[in-house]
Every structure is written in C-alpha cells, then in structure tokens.
C-alpha cells in the first residue's frame, strides 16, 4: 500500500528565512507520481507541482524548489526568502500509474500536511 | 474558464438530515472523485466514478452515496448525517490517463453536522 509521510506537523518561521518541507514515501510500484499542494486559509487547493517516478531532476520555479530523491524516498520543498503570504498548509501526495489504457483510480494518497507560518 | 463547482461551499446542518453536496465540471472528464480533510489525517478517498454509471468505494466510503448519471456531474448524498461527517469535502476531476494523478479540484465545500 503506498502511503505519504510529512513529519513536521507545524512549522514557523521569520519572514525570508529559508524553509524546507520534508515528504517521505512509500510505494511498490516502479511508476508513480508525486506532487505538492498549497492550501491557503481561505481553503482551496493550489497545484504547485508534479513529478514522475523517472524524473529526479530537481525543478525550482522562482522561490520554491522541489528536490527529489528515490534513493531516500523523499520529495521535500523548500521555500527560499519566504513571504508571509507563504503562510498556508502544504501536501505532498503520490499517485501509483497504471499501464496505459487501463483506466483505473486516478487516486491521490496524501499526506497529513504541513502547516507553514510565516512570521513578519 | 475551466473548473470543478460544489455546491454548497458552507453548510451547517443537524444528526439525520439528508443532504447532498453537488459537484458539477465542465471538461468533459470521465473521471471524478470525492475527498474529505479532517485535521491530522490529511485527504482521504470517499468514493469516484470511472465513468458514467460506473462507481466505486474509496478509502472512507460509510456513511456516503454517490451516483454518476451525468459525465459532467458527481453529487455527493449523506443519508443521514452524523458529526463525525464534519469535515471539508472536495471534488476532483481528471480524465483517465492511467494515474497520473492530473486532478482538478472544486473550491471545497465546509460541512458542520450538529
């Protein structure tokens, strides 16, 4: 069964401190799909990013970077000079593949999240 | 514009009162599911619908229906609703590329069960 581990339940920091967000998974499957949600305090989810089991290039967009490593089974999130409207609930999640055409449960395991607050 | 509504996005209701929470999404999507987020647990799979008329349980499925006589829409009915349903449901949507996990997600609909 694969399942999502975020350890840090709350995190706070100083408004530009760096700040990491560790996710830790689990899978049996070869080809899978991980991915970071934002959820501000207004609710919603955002989609930041998705990354493919045979990807391990490390992504940054702007002030996020995402680095992925199979060998740990981590795909941790760091936020670089944060913003306070940084501030919000993040998830990582994990979707196992199925082979092409074989259409099935488009599920999300997600993790239990992350609550990020910045301070000014 | 692209999107997944719910509806409703805030409700307060009482123990044993039917109610049903609609999702509705404009892309043609074959697929669509329901989540709740309960504060610890993350999101979890309720139930989601492959195709029309074609559904199935996910991870929490007590306590909930569902039915997909539409493509475009996937209500989400509580028979009857006890507080432990208290909870922030969403609906997502995807078409079905053998899970690659491209869901759309509704705004969220907030539900209190006194």
């Known amino acids: 069964a694969q399942k999502v581990t975020q350890a840090q339940t709350e995190i706070s920091v100083v408004e530009k401190e760096d700040v990491t967000l560790d996710c830790v998974y689990e899978t049996r499957d070869t080809t899978y799909y991980l991915f970071w949600y934002k959820q501000p305090p207004s609710g919603e989810l955002v989609f930041l990013i998705r990354r493919n089991s045979f990807d391990e290039q490390n992504e940054i967009s702007g002030r996020y970077s995402w680095n992925f490593q199979k060998s740990t089974s981590s795909f941790n999130f760091t936020i670089t000079a944060s913003q306070v409207v940084d501030s919000a609930v993040y998830f990582c999640a994990l979707s196992e593949a199925t082979p092409y055409f074989n259409f099935g449960n488009e599920k999300l395991t997600f993790g239990t999240g992350t609550r990020l607050t910045i301070i000014p | 514009e692209a999107q997944v509504t719910q509806n409703p996005r805030y409700l307060i209701t009482v123990t044993g009162k039917k109610l049903t929470v609609t999702c509705s999404q404009n892309m043609n999507h074959e697929y669509m599911s329901w989540y709740r987020q309960d504060p610890g647990l993350g999101l979890r799979q309720i139930y989601y619908?492959?195709?029309?008329?074609?559904?199935d349980k996910g991870d929490v499925p007590e306590g909930y229906k569902v039915s997909r006589k539409e493509k475009r829409n996937f209500p989400l009915i509580l028979e009857s609703p006890s507080p432990n349903q208290t909870s922030l449901y969403f609906c997502?949507?995807?078409?079905?590329?053998?899970?690659?996990?491209?869901?759309?997600f509704g705004e969220g609909s907030r539900l209190t069960v006194l």
């Open positions: 997502a949507s995807s078409y079905n590329r053998g899970g690659t996990g491209e869901l759309f």
């Open positions: 619908s492959m195709n029309v008329e074609v559904t």
